[in-house]
């Protein structure tokens, strides 16, 4: 999850199109797209959600997260 301000976007913009030129970009993830900014002293805030929580990255894991009972309401 991520929420960013006016400023932030543009510079994750930036740096997103920093990485853009790495050959593996497209094997990139959010956690290399975090490092990266900490990497150049760009200051990240961290919001710890405690309770249930589900990764969810494509469809499949999202037909995985509808088989969790809990998890039913919000799919």
């Known amino acids: 999850m991520l ?3 006016s400023k932030g976007s543009k510079i994750l913009k930036e740096q ?6 790495n050959k593996d970009f497209k ?5 290399d797209l975090f490092n990266n900014l900490i990497k150049n ?3 990240i805030n961290v919001l ?3 309770g ?3 990764d969810v990255n494509d469809a ?3 037909a995985e997260a509808r088989q969790v009972s ?3 309401s919000f799919t």
């Open 3 to 5: 929420k960013t301000n």
């Open 16 to 21: 997103i199109y920093k990485l853009n030129k």
């Open 27 to 31: 094997n990139l993830g959010m956690p």
């Open 41 to 43: 002293k760009i200051k």
């Open 48 to 50: 710890y959600i405690a």
């Open 52 to 54: 249930q929580w589900l």
């Open 60 to 62: 499949f894991d999202l």
């Open 70 to 72: 809990w998890a039913k």
